[in-house]
Each structure stands twice: as structure tokens, then as C-alpha cells.
């Protein structure tokens, strides 16, 4: 079947500008997660939904960046007055459950901040 | 503070070799260790995981080796094919942490003909 897919792959915009980028999730996944990964570096956690509950915020860098989740599946994450530093490859994963399932990644947006 | 590293950022070996990928962890309450793949341009696929009620599991080809006495994780690839070549991580469930976890930076291991 499907697996997870992200739009845009690759974004360029212009410092100060918001951009939003799209997760659709494997159908039936009811776990979906956003991470950031810098150039050479690990993937950094930035935030988790699971069904109706509240989403866990807690790795997002600063109040530019906000996710939602709608209908519990389709989700976008929105970086507002984008910085140079946003530049990353942001990648999202989905799981059956909210329990230590494998986590199914996308292929990521690579983002660019001129 | 508490993270997941690796020994080697980088590993280059011969087409049918065995290759051997090590992770440090900190974390001593983490309960669940994966390894992911991930080529260039693609999103990180998973490889295998490893509950910390097991020392070792087996798939097809590979391996991981978990020693919780010294808080280090391996990943064995048997007969290493040139599709082989990809960055490497390793990740943990950050402290018992249901669905967050952390990851290693990677190595970049490479599959000479």
C-alpha cells in the first residue's frame, strides 16, 4: 500500500516569509510525527499527535512553528517568518498506535531559507 | 545531558564483507532501540529493533547486539551488498518515552565493489 507522503519535496523561500509544508500519513495510522533533520545531523524530534488527544509540542525550537491535524489524518506543519536556521529537511512518520510501533517515515521536505 | 551516539561517522568496506555499526546510548531508562537506513534523498526506513529484554535479534542479514551493562547497540550487516551503502542510525525511545524518539547522528557506511 501506500506509505507516507510530503509535499512539497523541496521548498525555497525567502527569509521572513511563511511557508507550510503537508504529511498524509498511511491510511489507518492514528500516530503521526514531525522531525527536523539539519544537514549531517540526526533527526530531532519537534512534535507528536495521537488520535483526538492533545498533541505533544515539546520539541518545537520556538513559537514560529506550529503543526496541526486534521480530521486525524492529513497534517501540516507551519513555520512562520521563516530564518535562515529553519534550512533543514523536515520529515514525518506515522505508526498504527500510540505505542513504541515502527514509526513509517516520508520522504521529507527539504526546506530552504535564502 | 542524555543522548544516543555513534562510535564510527564513517565505514567503508568490501562488497561481501560483514560490517559492524556501534551506538552509545546514555539514556539508562530507555526501553526500545531501532536501527533505521536511510539513502540519499529519502526518508530514514526501518531495519530492525530491540526490546532491552533482549541482548540479541536477528533478520534477514542483520543483526543488533544490545549490551545494557555498558549502554551499547550494534548493528551487524552480513555479506554487505553495494545497496547497502546508506547512512545508518540508531534510536531510542528517550527514557521509556511511548513514541519520542531520540536518534544518533548516523554513519555513513559505504559499499565498495
Known sequence: GAGVSQSPSNKVTEKGKDVELRCDPISGHTALYWYRQSLGQGLEFLIYFQGNSAPDKSGLPSDRFSAERTGGSVSTLTIQRTQQEDSAVYLCASSPTVSTDTQYFGPGTRLTVL | ?113
Open chain 2, 1 to 113: 545531558g542524555e543522548s544516543v551516539g555513534l562510535h564510527l561517522p564513517t565505514l567503508s568496506v568490501q562488497e561481501g564483507d560483514n560490517s559492524i555499526i556501534n551506538c552509545a546510548y546514555s539514556n539508562s531508562a530507555s526501553d526500545y532501540f531501532i536501527w533505521y537506513k536511510q539513502e540519499s534523498g529519502k526518508g530514514p526506513q526501518f531495519i530492525i529493533d530491540i526490546r532491552s529484554n533482549m541482548d540479541k535479534r536477528q533478520g534477514q542479514r542483520v543483526t543488533v547486539l544490545l549490551n545494557k551493562t555498558v549502554k551499547h547497540l550494534s548493528l551487524q550487516i552480513a555479506a554487505t551488498q553495494p545497496g547497502d551503502s546508506a547512512v545508518y542510525f540508531c534510536a531510542e525511545n528517550s527514557g521509556g518515552s511511548n513514541y519520542k524518539l531520540t536518534f544518533g547522528k548516523g554513519t555513513l557506511l559505504t559499499v565498495n565493489p
